[in-house]
């Protein structure tokens, strides 16, 4: 009997869909969902999948790591991995070859359309990413730990927080206390925003010290074993304007409501209905620019998408955030952001950070 591994596992399904996609050979390029169902770590890779084998492709640097992370059978390529990708095509007989149409550049689908001479290309929108959505226990512990060394990262940063302190210079310390805790990495650059800067929701941290009696807003996220951790927490640094302190309050209780809504079998758009009820009641719903969350794992944006139209619905083990944010021009914003796991009755909330306001 052959050994099943995690990964090998993850492979059985994704050719258990071949009928249904209608292919006989699945060429996935997408580097997270390779690393997904090979374990294959680096950063140039490709997997040829077949009912019955799974071939990785890499190039020399990783001829030493490949067979160490991998089950695949791993095959070094000395030039361009398509180039000796395809004749495998044809050695395995494949007719009907599926790739990631979301996933590969123009380049390589015309190289693709070009060179493939036997076999017929057919565009597969999402199989990989499908799968991904639901975590595995194993999976979700990382995550867990990711959000739990990112938290640990705030704390310890804002230990370090003074007057005079810029964006930039608050956003190194976030950064440099994740190494030193163990991360490999922000998920993301890291953003800190003060005063009304905190109204753009993607604010690149700058060289602006951080104001008294102004919102602060930090948006951050560890990397740890691959997998990705989310979290925003907006603060005040000495005394804030009751208008400041009310868009809070209702951020919070809209925050709260879209946990509260979270289970296993309800639409994405009901979590994403419940926050923007809260905003709407407060008359500020119209501040409130983005979807309320994202799905995270090994890309800190994946599947599901929570937002106002999103049908799909929420199964026990998907990764979620919940990060309502209202963000009013000239003035500043506010978002709370946390990362919980949805379980059959409701979820599980795995950031730790305190959520009543926090000023410095
Ligand atoms: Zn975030
Ligand atoms: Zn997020």
């Known amino acids: 009997m052959r050994h099943i591994t995690e990964f090998s596992g993850r492979r ?14 699945f060429l996935v390029t997408a580097l997270p969902n390779v690393r997904y169902l090979s374990g294959f770590t680096g950063s140039n890779g490709a997997l040829l999948l077949t009912a019955d084998r799974s071939l990785l492709f890499t190039d020399p640097r990783y001829q030493t790591q490949a067979p160490l992370e991998s089950d695949c059978d791993v095959k070094i390529a000395k030039k361009a991995l398509l180039s000796e990708i395809l004749p495998w095509v044809n050695r395995l007989g494949a007719r009907r070859l599926g790739f990631e149409r979301t996933r590969i550049s123009f380049e390589t689908y015309d190289f693709l359309k070009r060179n493939a001479k036997t076999s017929r290309l057919i565009a597969v929108d999402d199989a ?10 194993a999976e979700a512990a990382t995550i867990k730990a990711a959000v739990e060394l990112n ?5 310890h940063a804002l230990r370090t927080f003074k007057q005079g ?13 994740m190494r030193r805790l163990g991360a490999e990495g922000p998920s993301f650059e890291t953003i800190v925003a003060t005063g009304p800067r905190t109204a753009l929701p ?19 996220g560890a990397t740890v074993a ?17 208008k400041a302190r009310r868009m809070y309050r209702a951020v919070l209780e809209s925050q709260l409501a879209a946990i509260d809504s979270i289970k296993a079998g309800i639409a994405s758009s009901t979590v994403d209905r ?25 890309e800190i944006h994946e599947g599901p998408r929570i937002g106002r139209k999103e049908a799909r619905r929420l199964e026990a083990g998907m990764a979620i955030t919940v990060e309502p944010g209202v963000y009013l021009e000239g003035f500043g914003g506010v978002r709370i952001e946390d990362t919980v796991i949805v379980t ?3 979820c599980e909330v795995l950031t730790p950070t305190r959520k009543d306001l926090i000023v410095l």
């Open 12 to 25: 059985e399904r994704v050719a258990e869909s071949f009928r249904d996609l209608k292919i006989d050979a």
């Open 128 to 137: 990989v990413d499908q799968l991904r959505m639901v975590k595995s226990t």
């Open 226 to 242: 691959g997998y990705a951790s989310d979290m925003t927490r907006t603060m005040g640094v000495g005394r804030l304007s009751p």
């Open 165 to 177: 302190m810029t964006e930039v210079d608050l956003a190194a310390e976030i950064e440099y206390r």
């Open 344 to 346: 059959k009755n409701g």
């Open 202 to 220: 993607h604010a690149h941290p700058t060289a602006a010290v951080i104001e008294p009696n102004e919102l602060l807003l930090v948006d951050m």
């Open 151 to 155: 938290s640990a990262a705030f704390d």
């Open 274 to 298: 419940s926050a923007r009820n809260v905003l709407k009641k407060h008359g500020i719903e119209k501040w409130f620019i983005h979807s309320t969350g994202h799905g995270l794992g090994l």
